[in-house]
């Protein structure tokens, strides 16, 4: 019994052998045969994929030109051209896909769901993404402006797909994410070539108001990075209980002149005029 049970055995396992060694080698067969006739198809799909890299290319190239012939800013060349580029990539690797014998509906599937899936584990950075985008299209600001928000003020440096680098007026580098520029207000002091400065003065009762006026208005055209046009002007703004409050307002081209040292240097000016002149000012109430 143990002998013909042993020889059973072994007969079994020698048979399982040569089962399993057949089916690998069937399987390789079948494998073979399946690239054998997929084999045309393929190397059509990389051809395709090939011809898709060289055309993407030259999209880019030709967008880049064009644009440049536009006189675009960098980094709106840049967001467009690597836009072009990609779109050109993908829609000659869906095609070469196709080719290959994927299945596109399961593809897209998938690709819907691990898009949702991502957009929840990213959406900050998918926010930040699709916002950097619009404002290098919208062009809101470029680099150079002084721009500010509920969060931040500072001198644009780069603008960035994430977010964008400010510097700071005590000198600190700020990186406000583009979410933030794009759904809060934004102010753009730089956004036009002059932007308008107000000074306030109280000349009590008594004094020669219409020397003050001449002497304001005077100091006024007369210092360097103030605008002609339009030219200042000094309206009444309150008349007090004991001094009459005048509201001189100017124009500066930001882009060339600091408002702020524009309007401290008018300050000095007038003061020391109208105290040669023999006028005095009284102390302006907040």
Do not use: C
């Amino acid at each position: 019994m143990v002998d013909r049970h042993g020889q059973t055995v072994a007969r079994t396992l020698q048979g399982g052998r040569a089962l399993s060694l057949e089916g690998l080698t069937q399987s390789f067969r079948e494998f073979g045969a399946a690239i054998e006739h997929r084999l045309p198809y393929l190397l059509t799909a990389l051809v395709v994929l090939v011809l898709t890299l060289v055309a993407a290319r030259l999209v880019r190239s030709g967008v880049d030109r064009a644009l440049r012939r536009s006189r675009a800013e960098r980094h709106v060349v840049v967001v467009v051209t690597t836009l072009a580029y990609y779109a050109a990539v993908g829609v000659g690797l869906v095609i070469a896909l196709s080719l290959g014998g994927v299945d596109l509906g399961v593809l897209i599937g998938s690709l819907g769901l691990a898009t949702v899936a991502l957009g929840f584990a990213l959406q900050d950075i998918v926010s930040n993404f699709s916002a950097g985008i619009v404002l290098l299209l919208e062009h809101p600001f470029t680099e150079g402006d002084h721009i500010a928000i509920a969060e931040a003020e500072g001198e644009v440096e780069e603008i960035h797909i994430r977010a964008t680098r400010l510097r700071a007026p005590d000198g600190q580098l700020v990186l406000v994410p583009n979410k933030l520029l794009f759904t809060e207000v934004v102010r753009n002091s730089t956004a036009t070539m002059r932007r308008r400065v107000e000074v306030l003065v109280e000349v009590p009762y008594g004094q020669d108001v219409t020397r003050a006026r001449e002497l304001l208005l005077a100091t006024a055209a007369e210092l360097e990075g103030v605008s002609d046009d339009p030219e200042p002007r000094l309206l009444t703004e309150d008349l007090g209980q004991g001094a009459r409050r005048l509201r001189l307002t100017f124009w500066v081209d930001s882009r060339s002149d600091d408002p702020a040292r524009v309007r401290s240097e008018l300050l000095d000016t007038a003061e020391k005029r109208l105290r040669d002149a023999g006028v005095s000012l009284a102390p302006v109430e907040a």
